[in-house]
């Protein structure tokens, strides 16, 4: 059984730095995808970046592109999302997801779309306060 687990949430002023980290178990091959994903109040869940476990490769939705950093300790099963320069419109809860096996090699999984993703750990809360 996988599970997924966030932290590093917080409160952080405009233009302040977090890093939040996804420890990640129970997969049984390497073919995963691990995605972050974001819900601002009374918006819908939306993708921000995600890194893939085979080849290290990565990518970002465009409201983060040179802002945020996925990285991936594969020793400690943990990824990472290195987020700079927060903006009011980064508070969300933070989710971090996993997509494996035929999902994983999809375009949604590659453009981290959340019908490409069955795991899901339980959230992190950022707050950046102005």
């Known amino acids: 059984e996988v599970q997924l687990v966030e932290s590093g949430g917080g409160v952080v002023q405009v233009g302040g730095s977090l890093r939040l980290s996804c420890a990640a178990s129970g997969f049984r091959f390497n073919d995963y995808i691990i995605g972050w994903f974001r819900q601002a109040p009374g918006k819908a869940r939306e993708g921000v970046a995600r890194?893939?476990?085979?080849?290290?490769?990565?990518y970002y939705r465009d409201p983060v592109k040179g802002r945020f950093t996925i990285s991936s300790d594969n020793a400690k099963n943990t990824v990472y999302l290195q987020m700079n320069m927060l903006r009011p419109e980064d508070t969300a809860v933070y989710y971090c997801?996993?997509?494996?096996?035929?999902?994983?090699?999809?375009?949604?999984?590659?453009?981290?779309?959340?019908?490409?993703?069955?795991?899901w750990g339980q959230g992190t809360q950022v707050t950046v306060s102005s």
């Open positions: 890194i893939s476990r085979g080849d290290g490769s990565t």
């Open positions: 997801a996993a997509s494996q096996g035929l999902l994983s090699g999809t375009i949604q999984a590659e453009r981290v779309e959340e019908d490409a993703y069955d795991d």
